[in-house]
């Protein structure tokens, strides 16, 4: 940034800008001019900017030349787009209005006033306060004007004709002035006069250091243990924490219940082999719950004459075959056997709507 301190938001969005002399890199050349060069503002009009001279015709000696005045009239164009943001329409139009103020600064009161940002905005058109300051009387924010907030915050208004000058602290930080440590950090220091703020280690609500072993007090779901402060393993508590169809997970500082697998009956972890027993219809094989397939069972389970067996997740259903009918305790044939429809197939389910 050219003089004038680090950009802070003013009103209108004018930025600290001096004429102290810069890179002369952002010289933009057009074409000719009809009329004399002059600064232009505003975001929709169109710059008339000196066109560059041909090479040959380029005065040796920039001395009382051309070149060097509406080079000054360049560096006074550069000056000014510094000021705004180029999307910026009221900073833009603010300066607009002020073509007159800003060409007496550059042509009388550069020298007394170097600081463009400082004569204009702040003294001049009392628009905006120099950085530190904040208020219709540019008061020095909290902790000053040169550190506001102790470095550690953003002082309301700053640079601003409005604001109370108080302080709104980073992370880690507290107090009207952010000089001390929130709960959950730690100071360190950075030099004799400043120090940082940082966060403890997850085990500690209150520290000293960054370490588990520099907890003043544990944070919740962590215990002292030696020295240091360690995870508490909620899931070996007696009676256990999670309900009966769910497993427990420790996590550091806090633990997870996890739902069981569908077939299980209590479990001890995720999926069907971590079952402690089976639900109704699965039973335990090579280690883990399976559907029992009760059509295939020595002890047939569906007794009706005719009536076909199907086996289902968990269950099984008792079903008269097609050209059957249901009739209490039998399956009556409705037509002749193999006239017309084929029997169903013991091995091939039913729709679901003939269920
Ligand atoms: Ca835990």
New binding site residues.
């Given amino acids: 940034a050219a003089g004038g301190g680090s950009a802070r938001p003013v009103p209108g969005g004018l930025r600290p800008v001096s004429a102290r002399p810069r890179s002369r890199g952002a010289v933009r050349f057009g074409p000719p001019c009809a009329r004399r060069p002059r600064p232009c503002w505003g975001c929709c009009c169109c710059c008339c900017r000196p066109a560059r001279p041909p090479r040959s015709r380029r005065p040796a000696s920039a001395a009382g030349s051309w070149w060097t005045s509406s080079t000054s009239e360049v560096r006074l164009l550069e000056i000014v787009e510094g000021l705004c943001e180029a999307s910026d329409f009221e900073c833009n139009q603010l300066l607009e209005e002020q073509e007159e103020l800003l060409e007496a600064w550059w042509l009388r009161l550069k020298k007394k006033h170097p600081d463009l940002f400082e004569w204009f905005c702040v003294q001049t058109l009392k628009a905006c306060c120099s950085p530190g300051t904040y208020g219709p009387d540019c008061l020095a924010c909290q902790g000053g004007s040169e550190r506001p907030c102790s470095g550690n915050g953003h002082c309301v208004g700053d640079g601003t004709r409005e604001g109370d000058g108080l302080c709104q602290c980073h992370l880690g930080y507290q107090g009207p002035l952010c000089s001390d440590c929130m709960d959950g950090y730690f100071r360190s220091p950075t030099s004799e006069t400043h120090s940082i703020c940082s966060a403890c280690d997850e085990a500690c609500k209150t520290c000293v250091g960054p370490t588990n072993r520099d907890c003043g007090q544990c944070e919740v779901?962590w215990v002292r243990q030696d020295d240091a402060c360690v995870?508490?393993?909620?899931?070996a508590a007696e009676p256990p924490p999670c309900e009966d169809t769910q497993y427990c997970e420790?996590?550091?500082?806090?633990?997870v219940c996890e739902e069981c697998d569908p077939t299980c009956m209590g479990c001890t972890g995720k999926g069907p082999t971590q079952c402690r027993e089976c639900i109704a219809g699965y039973s335990k094989e090579s280690g883990q719950c399976e559907d029992i397939d009760e059509c295939s069972l020595a002890e047939k389970p569906c007794l009706r004459d005719n009536e076909n067996c199907y086996n289902t997740p968990g269950s099984f259903v008792c079903v008269c075959p097609d050209g059957f009918e249901e009739a209490e305790d039998t399956c009556v044939q409705t037509r002749p056997a193999g006239a017309e429809a084929t029997e169903a197939s013991p091995t091939q389910p039913p729709s679901r709507e003939d269920l």
């Fill in positions: 779901g995870d508490v393993d909620e899931c420790n996590v550091n500082g806090s633990f």
